[in-house]
Structure formats: structure tokens, C-alpha cells
């Protein structure tokens, strides 16, 4: 069951319309999704294409001490599913599948 | 006739208009971005021309219309600036959705308005309709009934409108007020500029270290709360008023309040009205009085935020009252200060006989005969010899 989003009220708002820095992290978008992105960690070269066009945040990165950056997974929190990450997945690679999101 | 009450003041002879610009001079914002419009041009053109004369640094902003004026003033107002503008009627019209963006996004704006009459048929003349309209808008509204209050007036603005953090505008009638030349009593910069202080914005999106988003999209869920607030923060704004009327009677010995009352403790028939007209509303009660009729008046400053159980209270041993407005709500009922004072009289418990007229719609004279007759119909209504009109009244139109 969805957890229900505590809303701030009209004394804990700052007047005038003001929203604080950074407050999409507290919004998940993930449940929007009808097809998931699956990240097959074997396949992947961590080339960030997938990183690159996520039009959200949603491609998880991390250091690594041999390669820079390398991929380490798909932010379902923030994913809608639009699948660019697994278009832009190189033809060879396709590390990246879609699949019907199960609700 | 106005008189010297500020040691250091001056007496000067200044039109509404010159008294706006000298108090904007004197207030010295950052940023003031207007288009000129009858009767408010001397205002912004005076002004400029202090600019161009180098005598307030002011970054002034010629802009192609009053919708852009608008957007320019809250663009400065939210980047951090103390923003300042002027216009009048159709001017005003144009600027009618930002109004209510600088009020949603609390912004202190000070606006300096000339009331005038709105099209059509096209009008250049003094009345109340352009500023009535936005009697909704979230600003907060004060009205002068001369130059010396216009010029006082502007001064507390600044004030009000940053404390409350709500956009401000103060308003002359047009050509009576703006451009007839009176003895003002003026102050010296200096005390001007202690008195305004110094503008310290909570947030501004210049202040890079702070981010915040300003002006986003709410839906059902968070933009009733955020309107709330600003009714909330109009609520508020009384307080605030009269804080800053009684810090500037203890620094310049002028008395200001929500609004002037004129010979109400024994008064059995009033008049409640807005703007010039309570100075000729004044000279009738003075001859009135001396015929033995207890007439007083209650002329309104602040309009917006209404004060309206004070009101209701000082309304409440007369009996029988008439509203004068200068403007009609073509609702097909009453005129827009009638509806205030009359629902705070109900509002309290009381039923007040009581008249709404419509006067001076366009600049159409108001005589101290037509108000001197007012006050002798409300002497009848209140003998019981003859009822209120269930209708508004209209003074001075030729209807038949």
C-alpha cells in the first residue's frame, strides 16, 4: 500500500510560494512507471550513456577505484519508465532491457 | 490649511503628484520601473528626472508598458531589491495579473496610484474604479484625501508593505488630488531615509548560497494553504498599520490610523467614504454643526486590510449612516465600501439604517450641496419619516 506523503501546512510553509532547494527527492515519481528498466550488470562497459540521457536522476553511479565512474543500478524511486536509457544502450551491449512494470 | 508640526520639517507648495516623487526621492529604492499614464506621468517623470539628475541612485527602468512595469518591479522585488512603481487607471488595468503574482509571492512592492476613471467611454478623470477592482488582489491599500497624507502615506508604505510582506499601493484621486497644488509640510531626507531603514530581505534569489524555487506550480494540494496565507497575512497587516501610523506620529507628530473620524462621539448621521470628497464632507459638517445637527464622517485610509469591527464599532450609536462611493460594482446590487462597512455592521449584530450612493463616477463634481443633501435624507431616515433606499443611489447623474 502507498505510504501517504505528509503534507506541510500553511504555518510550516514558507509564505509566498517559497519551496526549499532539492525538494524532488522527497517526491517519488517511480510509481508513474508501467515499463521497468532492467540493468543487466554483467553486460554493461559503464560507457554512461544511460547516465547521460536519463532525463531524470535515475542511473545510480558510484566511484571506482579502476574505472572513474562506473553504473550501479536504476533509481526505481525517480524512474518513470520512458526506456531512453535502454534506446541509448549501445546495440552490442544492451545492457539495458524494458519489461512490463508489475504493480 | 496644513500646518508645520515637525521641527525640522518644511512647508512647501507641491501637487499630489510632486509630493509622490519627493517621498520616492526621499525613500531612494532600488529599482523603479514605470510607464507614464495620465494622471500619474508627473510622478514617474519626476522621478526620472531626479534619477537622470543623479540625485537618487536609484536603477530606473523605462519600460514599454505597464504589464512589463509590473513584471520589472517583481522581478527586482524578488531578486532582493526594495521596488517601487506608479500608474493610474488603464495603466493599472494592464498590470492586473502581476498584481496578483506580487501578492501571491509576498513581495513589497510599493506602488504610487492615481485613481482614475477605466474605459470606456474613455475617461481621464478622477474616481475609485481601477483600484476598487483589485480590492481583492492581496495588496494592501491606502487612500489619501490630500497631498500631505499622500506624501505621509507613501513614507509608512515602505514599511508596512515590508513588515507584512505584502505588496502596497497608495492612491490620490486624480487631478483633485494629483495635480492641485497644496501646502505640504515636507521632511528632511535624511529623517526620511532613518524612518524607511534599511530593506533586508528574509530570501532573495540573488542570494546564491540559499537557493529556493519561487513561483512554482501548486495544485490541490499545497496552493490553498499558500493563498490562505496571504489572506492570513492581510489579516495580519492590521497590526502592522497601526504599529507604523504610531512609530511615525512619535517621529514626525502626524496621527494616522485604519481612518479618520470627524466629529463622530455625538454624531446621529454620518458619512463613511474614501478619498478627497471627506475634505468637502468636513466643510458641510462644519455647517451642519453650527445649525445644531450632529453630523459626523468617517473617512477610510485603509481600505484593504477593512477594518471592519472597528468600524462597526464607532458606526454603532449612530442613526442612520450613508456609504459615498467613488466607484460602482455594476453587480447589480451595492458599491463596494457600502458591501464592507455594511457586513461588518452585521457581521457585529447591528442594523444601522443606512444609504449607498454613487458619486463622482469620472471626475463629475461633487458639491457641498449634493452631500449636504445626503445628510438631510439620512436626518429623515433617522427621524423614522422615511425609509432607506433598498437600492444604490446615484448623486449628480442626469437618469431622467
Known amino acids: 500500500m502507498k505510504k501517504e506523503e505528509k503534507k506541510l501546512t500553511a504555518a510550516e510553509l514558507p509564505a509566498g510560494g517559497i519551496l526549499e532547494g532539492g525538494t524532488a527527492q522527497d517526491f517519488k515519481t517511480g510509481s508513474w512507471r508501467s515499463m521497468r528498466p532492467v540493468w543487466n550488470k554483467d553486460k554493461c562497459i559503464h560507457c554512461l550513456s544511460c547516465w547521460i540521457y536519463c532525463p531524470d536522476s535515475a542511473i545510480k553511479i558510484a566511484p571506482d577505484p579502476k574505472k572513474t565512474t562506473v553504473v550501479t543500478g536504476i533509481d526505481y524511486d525517480f524512474c518513470k519508465g520512458c526506456g531512453i536509457c535502454s534506446k541509448e544502450c549501445p546495440v552490442k551491449v544492451q545492457a539495458i532491457t524494458m519489461e512490463v512494470e508489475k504493480k | ?400
Request: charged share 25%.
Open chain 2, 1 to 400: 490649511m496644513v500646518k508645520a508640526i515637525y521641527p525640522k520639517g518644511k512647508i512647501v507648495a507641491k501637487t499630489g503628484n510632486e509630493v509622490m516623487a519627493e517621498a520616492m526621492r526621499q525613500i531612494s529604492p532600488d529599482v523603479v520601473a514605470a510607464y507614464p499614464i495620465t494622471p500619474a506621468t508627473e510622478i514617474v517623470q519626476i522621478f526620472s528626472q531626479f534619477v537622470a539628475d543623479g540625485r537618487v541612485p536609484t536603477e530606473y527602468v523605462a519600460v514599454e508598458s505597464e504589464h512589463s512595469a509590473m513584471s520589472a518591479t517583481i522581478a527586482a522585488s524578488v531578486a532582493g531589491a526594495r521596488a517601487m512603481t506608479g500608474t493610474s487607471s488603464q495603466g493599472f488595468a494592464l498590470m492586473w495579473e502581476m498584481l496578483y503574482i506580487a501578492a501571491g509571492l509576498r513581495l513589497p512592492i510599493v506602488m504610487a496610484e492615481v485613481n482614475r476613471a477605466l474605459s470606456a467611454p474613455i475617461n481621464i478623470h478622477g474616481d475609485q474604479s481601477d483600484t476598487m477592482g483589485a480590492r481583492d488582489a492581496g495588496w494592501i491599500q491606502i487612500y489619501s484625501e490630500n497631498s500631505q497624507e499622500a506624501y505621509d502615506n507613501m513614507i509608512q508604505s515602505v514599511k508596512i508593505a515590508e513588515k507584512a510582506k505584502l505588496p502596497t499601493m497608495v492612491t490620490t484621486d486624480g487631478f483633485i488630488i494629483s495635480h492641485c497644488m497644496e501646502v505640504v509640510e515636507v521632511y528632511p531626507d535624511e529623517d526620511v531615509k532613518a524612518f524607511v531603514g534599511e530593506y533586508k530581505p528574509e530570501r532573495a534569489l540573488l542570494d546564491y548560497k540559499k537557493p529556493f524555487t519561487l513561483g512554482a506550480i501548486e495544485l490541490q494540494d499545497y496552493y490553498f494553504e499558500h493563498r490562505w496565507q496571504l489572506a492570513e497575512g492581510m489579516r495580519n497587516a492590521k497590526k502592522i498599520v497601526l504599529d507604523v501610523a504610531q512609530e511615525f506620529k512619535n517621529k514626525f507628530g502626524r496621527e494616522y490610523g485604519f481612518y479618520e473620524k470627524y466629529k463622530m462621539d455625538d454624531a446621529e448621521v454620518a458619512i463613511v467614504t474614501i478619498g478627497s470628497a471627506a475634505g468637502t464632507t468636513k466643510f458641510v459638517i462644519d455647517e451642519l454643526r453650527e445649525k445644531g445637527i450632529k453630523a459626523g464622517l468617517i473617512k477610510i485610509r485603509v481600505y484593504r486590510p477593512f477594518p471592519a469591527d472597528e468600524i462597526a464599532k464607532d458606526l454603532s450609536k449612530v442613526k442612520a449612516f450613508a456609504v459615498l462611493d467613488r466607484s460602482d460594482s455594476c453587480s447589480g446590487t451595492f458599491a463596494p465600501v457600502y458591501l464592507d462597512v455594511v457586513s461588518a455592521l452585521f457581521a457585529n449584530g447591528l442594523n444601522i439604517k443606512s444609504e449607498n450612493y454613487v458619486y463622482g463616477l469620472g471626475g463629475r463634481e461633487i458639491s457641498t450641496e449634493h452631500i449636504a443633501e445626503v445628510y438631510s435624507k439620512l436626518g429623515k431616515i433617522a427621524k423614522g419619516e422615511i425609509a432607506p433606499s433598498k437600492t444604490v443611489e446615484y448623486i449628480n447623474v442626469r437618469i431622467k
